[in-house]
């Protein structure tokens, strides 16, 4: 069963620091908030992240073209852990935890 993290500490000491990979994309967000990777076509992915409320926030630029700001619910089940944009009523992208 998927457990919710609502909150920067429990990111920080259950996903962050671990890369997360999807396909031939992958990403770190690393324990001091910065976001780097590859993208599915190999373009670069970098940016920050911060929590708002129950939120994991994020500000990314993928292939130098900046992304709007996102809200996005987290869930973690095992070593798959769950983004659902848009405070959690948007699409979502999963990613093994390694």
Same mark, same amino acid.
């Given at each position: 069963m998927a457990e919710q993290i609502t909150d920067k500490e429990?990111? +920080?000491?259950?996903i962050a620091g671990r890369r997360h990979v999807n396909g031939g994309a992958w990403v770190i967000v690393s324990k001091d908030g910065k976001v780097e990777g590859v993208g599915p076509r190999g373009g670069s992915i970098s940016g920050n992240l911060f929590w708002e409320g129950a939120y994991y926030c994020r500000t990314i630029v993928f292939d130098d073209e &900046?992304? &709007?700001e996102n809200h996005q619910a987290v869930s +973690?089940?095992?070593? =798959?852990? =769950?983004?659902t944009r848009d405070r959690g009523t948007g699409s979502s992208m999963t990613w093994t935890l390694e």
């Open positions: 429990a990111f +920080l000491e259950k &900046p992304m &709007p +973690l089940d095992g070593d =798959t852990v =769950t983004y």
